[in-house]
Nanobody
Framework: QVQVVESGGGLVQAGGSLRLSCAASVRIFSIKTMAWYRRAPGKEREYVARISSGGSTLYADSVKDRFTISRDNAKNTVYLQMNSLKPEDTAVYYC????????WGQGTQVTVSS
């Protein structure tokens, strides 16, 4: 079971950028597909992006061409670079394996003001 700590969220104006980090505690992190998810106020948690052990990436249509997921296996860390942020990106962001395990971290709050 992967345990994670997400960080890097904050308040930013529309059009701005943020970089999220996820430090994972797992012995075999390097072979796991990792992903970012988010939960907006009043909505279900949704998938955002994932990255395979080999570095292949896939994105939800809503964030394609604006967000970039990356990983550093030496540091057991996954990143999410978010550019051109929109108010609808406001959410708590979580990382987990893909598909997700039952354990979820506390997430990191991203708030985009218009």
């Amino acid at each position: 079971q992967v345990q994670v700590v997400e960080s890097g969220g904050g308040l930013v104006q529309a059009g701005g950028s943020l970089r999220l980090s996820c430090a994972a505690s797992v012995r075999i992190f390097s072979i796991k597909t990792m992903a970012w998810y988010r939960r907006a106020p009043g909505k279900e948690r949704e998938y955002v992006a994932r990255i395979s052990s080999g570095g292949s990436t896939l994105y939800a249509d809503s964030v394609k061409d604006r967000f970039t997921i990356s990983r550093d296996n030496a540091k057991n860390t996954v990143y999410l670079q978010m550019n051109s942020l929109k108010p609808e990106d406001t959410a708590v962001y979580y990382c987990n394996t893909y598909p997700p395990g039952t354990y979820w971290g506390q997430g990191t709050q991203v708030t985009v003001s218009s």
